[in-house]
């Protein structure tokens, strides 16, 4: 099949794949299927994002609903951890849709998530298992995350690899 007849896999030479990139909000236009560890890793740092809401709400409900020692400061608490479960959650839709801005973001969850999980991991409670599930999560997503598979699918160029911008070829 040539790509005239499946114009969802278009052939290029040169930049002139890239002419429109930035136009419809993309960063770079990637060929191919997304990697499996990408769509890992998104999959990793939205149940994260979803956790946080989850948590934000739990405290919100109990604070309105039950007898807190002190009503606004759960009602605080529930807002900030719904606010900011928005990182991880624009960070794992900028994942699947291949952003390399995403990366940033999804980097500075999982480094904010570890601290949190060693916290827990001190509790004399049943915060304990899950300090040990948010640090397997943020490892695991840190992984994921700055592998070389998925920088590439992101277009995240390392040092020394940088296109000349006339002639496409790498310095």
């Known amino acids: 099949m040539s790509s005239e007849q499946n114009p969802a896999t278009p052939k290029s030479t040169g930049n002139a794949g890239n002419a429109g990139a930035g136009a419809a909000g993309e960063d770079t236009e990637h060929a191919g299927p997304r990697p499996p560890r990408l769509t890992y890793a998104a999959a990793l740092v939205g149940l994260e994002g979803l956790a946080l809401v ?5 405290i919100l409900v109990l604070g309105v609903t039950g007898d807190p ?5 759960a009602v605080t608490g529930g807002v900030t951890l719904m ?10 839709r900028g994942l699947l849709g291949r952003r390399s801005w995403s990366r940033g973001p999804a980097v500075i969850t999982q480094i ?5 999980a060693y916290n827990l991991l001190q509790a004399d409670s049943m915060a304990i ?3 040990i599930a948010l640090a397997a999560t943020a490892v695991a997503a840190l992984v994921l995350i700055v592998n070389g ?3 590439r699918a992101l277009g995240i160029r390392g040092p020394g690899n940088a296109e000349d911008s006339d002639s496409g070829v790498p310095k």
Not at 54 to 58: A, F, M
Not at 69 to 73: G, K
């Open 54 to 58: 989850v948590g934000g709400l739990w």
């Open 69 to 73: 020692d002190d009503r606004q400061q």
């Open 83 to 92: 606010v900011l479960a928005l990182l991880p959650l624009l960070a794992a």
């Open 112 to 116: 904010m998530a570890l601290p949190v």
């Open 129 to 131: 298992p899950a300090g």
């Open 149 to 151: 598979e998925t920088t």
